[in-house]
């Protein structure tokens, strides 16, 4: 009964998919809008493929967007390598920006088909896939179903499930069963990820940790960070990264707090969106404090104030640049981000308590006491004011966190192993 359940509901949604056909188009010339589709690249969003299907064998690896195409880049650096063309799926432009400066030589990119069934189709006949490996939480109903029926494995690599998620998949009954029965494989971060992946309904699951340990510290222009250091001189710096809405304003509140303080205070913004640039500089400007965009203008204000780095690709820098680094996305409900990176780079690392996407690395440094726990604006100030003047011991802090991190890496290798047996036919995988 719950199987026959779950095809209704799922043969419901295929349903629902084709009534909207007439109406994608303008839902994405919304999302165009906002920067965040490629009208010349239109086409792809419906599973025409702007390339010929190449004669060796084929995986498809989808990331939505940038984080998960840098985490899953080394994969498929070694897959390439291997003698494997791989097609790279993104949804977001900044996704593809990144897959086109990172990517190795011969990795195809293209924008993942909207998950409608004539769509998903045609871009599955088309490329005919050995594999497919999506990367972190990116699971699609008509995706997964279209996968099965040809046969092809559906591997999530670098899987992950929040508890969020996991309750919202939950609340579709049957139908996640149907869906999340269909994955072949699920290489997940912790334990945790894969005991609620196979409540949905996962048959097997590997914990093989986080492929974003193996991933190299993001890269930064030398002239650029040389140049940028100069103009800073000897002027007190922090970062705020990967910012959300709400974020940028307890930043700015704590400029203006310090900024008296510590003469010629320097705070950059990096949001997570960069094309929310000019509206966070909107929001900023009735808080008085001196503010600049990145893409328009000197780099340092003179004097100090905050400059909103409204550019792709720079977060590496910034890391370099600042020794102390508050990573957003967690002190307003979204999971928060990517602490690796500034680690890797002996920054020190600031955080709200909303860090569920990272929960396990989060865990570690707490329990070394390699981070700094924030929850309101006051803690935030507080925290970058004692590293600032050196009453926290900004080294031992990063030493801790560096330590604290040493064993997670190696997920690179236990992933390649663990897909083996789903790419046999093809290039072996043995480093």
């Not at 560096?402 to 789903?422: H, I, N, S, V, W």
Request: net charge neutral.
């Amino acid at each position: 009964m719950a199987e026959a359940l779950g095809s209704v509901l799922l043969a419901a949604y295929s349903f629902a998919g084709r009534a909207l056909i007439p109406f994608v188009p303008a839902i994405l010339n919304r999302r165009a809008r906002r920067g965040l589709e490629d009208r010349l690249r239109r086409g792809e969003r419906y599973g025409i493929a702007s390339g010929a299907p190449p004669q060796q064998n084929v995986i498809w690896v989808h990331a939505a967007s940038v984080g998960e195409t840098n985490a899953v880049l080394p994969l498929i650096a070694r897959l390439s390598e291997a003698g494997w063309f791989v097609v790279l799926t993104t949804i977001t432009v900044t996704g593809a920006t990144t897959a086109a400066r990172n990517s190795p030589a011969g990795v195809l990119h293209q924008f993942a088909p909207v998950d409608i069934k004539p769509w998903v189709a045609r871009f599955i006949d088309h490329w005919r896939p050995h594999a497919a490996l999506f990367v972190e939480s990116e699971v699609w109903p008509v995706i997964t179903d279209q996968l099965a029926r040809r046969g092809i494995p559906h591997i999530i690599v670098n899987a992950q499930m929040s508890d969020v998620s996991f309750r919202r998949w939950r609340l579709l009954g049957p139908a996640t069963r149907r869906v999340f029965g269909r994955i072949a494989l699920a290489l997940v971060q912790s334990e945790a990820d894969a005991k609620r992946l196979s409540r949905l309904g996962v048959t097997k699951t590997k914990a093989v940790g986080n492929l974003k340990f193996d991933v190299p510290p993001p890269a930064a222009d030398t002239d650029d960070l040389a140049a940028l250091r100069q103009d800073i001189g000897d002027c007190p710096i922090w970062l705020a990264a990967s910012t959300h809405p709400g974020e940028e304003e307890i930043v700015a509140e704590v400029h203006r707090s310090l900024a008296e303080r510590f003469p010629g205070l320097i705070t950059i913004v990096v949001p997570r969106h960069p094309n929310r640039g000019t509206k966070i500089t909107e929001a900023l400007n009735r808080t008085g404090v001196a503010l600049q965009l990145r893409s328009k203008g000197p780099a340092i204000l003179p004097g100090g104030g905050i400059l909103i780095a409204d550019t792709l690709g720079e977060l590496g820098l910034f890391y370099r640049l600042a020794e102390i680094a508050f990573i957003g996305g967690s002190l307003v409900a979204q999971g928060g981000h990517n602490p690796i990176e500034p680690v890797g780079l002996a920054t020190a690392v600031l955080h709200g308590p909303h860090v569920e996407n990272f929960a396990s690395i989060y865990a570690a440094l707490q329990a070394a006491n390699a981070s700094l726990l924030v929850t309101n604006v006051d803690e935030l100030g507080d925290a970058v004011a004692g590293l600032l003047d050196g009453s926290r011991n900004m080294l031992e802090l990063t030493k801790r966190a560096d330590k604290a991190l040493a064993p997670f890496p190696g997920a690179l290798e236990r992933t390649l192993a663990e897909l083996q047996p789903y790419l046999a036919v093809g290039p072996d995988l043995a480093s």
